[in-house]
C-alpha cells in the first residue's frame, strides 16, 4: 500500500488533529446523529456491513453493540485511524476487521455485502471520485442490498455559515442522489435532514439499493 497510497483528507481534516476526534465528535453530539443513520440501514443478524470511509470506527462498533450478529468491516486510507478502531474494537469486545482501502478500490468481492455505510466521508471526495465510490459501492453490495450516507449538508441559503468550506459547495443531497443515479444505483432517495442549527452543522441522510 505505501507504493500505491494516494493524497486523502483524514477524519479530522489534518491528520495531528486525530487525537482530538473523540472529544470533538462527543461534543458535538455526533453519537446521537450516527444512531439516525443506523436506525435507517435497520442492520439484521447475519448482514454484511462495510463501511467506507471508517476512520476511527465509532460507526462501526456503536453498530457492532447494537446488533451482535452482524458481520462488520470498514475501510479507510489513515493507517492511524485505523489503529485507533482495531484498539478500540477490542476494549469494547466488537469483532470487526479494518482494512487500509479507498473507496474507490474497495477490497471486497462483488455482490458480497447487505450494507454499504457512508458517514461524514463523500464530502471529502472530488466528483468523479465521488462516483467512482459509488460505483463501487453498488458493485460490492447484493441484490437488493442498501447504501445509506450521511453527510454534510452544503445546500446553499438555509442561514448558516457553518458549511462554507470549499469542499461543501455544491455538495448537496441532490448531487449525490444524481450521483448514485449515475452509479447504477436504484431508488436514491433522502430519508431525513436535520432541522435548524446544531452543534454538527446541517446535515442529510440518503439511501439508495443495488
Not at 20 to 29: D, H, K, M, S
Not at 73 to 83: H, K, S, T, V
Not at 145 to 173: F, I, K, M, N, Y
Amino acid at each position: 500500500m505505501t507504493e500505491t497510497a494516494r493524497p486523502y483528507i483524514p477524519a479530522m481534516g489534518r491528520h495531528w488533529m486525530l487525537f482530538l476526534y473523540e472529544p470533538f465528535t462527543r461534543v458535538a453530539g455526533l453519537r446521537r446523529v450516527h444512531g439516525e443513520l443506523l436506525d435507517r440501514a435497520a442492520v439484521q443478524p447475519g448482514h454484511r456491513v462495510l463501511e467506507i470511509g471508517c476512520g476511527p470506527g465509532d460507526l462501526l462498533l456503536a453498530l457492532g453493540r447494537r446488533v451482535p450478529g452482524a458481520i462488520l468491516q470498514g475501510i479507510d486510507p489513515d493507517p492511524a485511524a485505523l489503529r485507533k478502531a482495531r484498539r478500540k474494537g477490542a476494549r469494547r469486545g466488537v469483532e470487526a476487521r479494518w482494512d487500509l482501502a479507498y473507496a474507490d478500490e474497495l477490497p471486497v468481492p462483488d455482490a458480497s455485502v447487505d450494507r454499504v455505510l457512508s458517514s461524514y466521508m463523500l464530502h471529502h471526495l472530488d466528483p468523479a471520485q465521488q462516483l467512482a465510490a459509488m460505483r463501487e459501492a453498488r458493485r460490492v453490495l447484493r441484490p437488493g442490498g442498501e447504501l445509506h450516507v450521511l453527510d454534510a449538508d452544503g445546500s446553499p441559503g438555509q442561514g448558516s455559515s457553518r458549511h462554507h468550506h470549499p469542499r461543501l459547495a455544491g455538495h448537496t443531497p441532490e448531487h449525490l442522489i444524481t450521483t448514485m443515479r449515475e452509479a447504477g444505483l436504484s431508488s436514491p432517495t433522502e430519508t431525513g435532514r436535520s432541522q435548524g442549527r446544531r452543534s454538527l452543522g446541517r446535515y442529510f441522510l440518503l439511501r439508495a439499493t443495488a
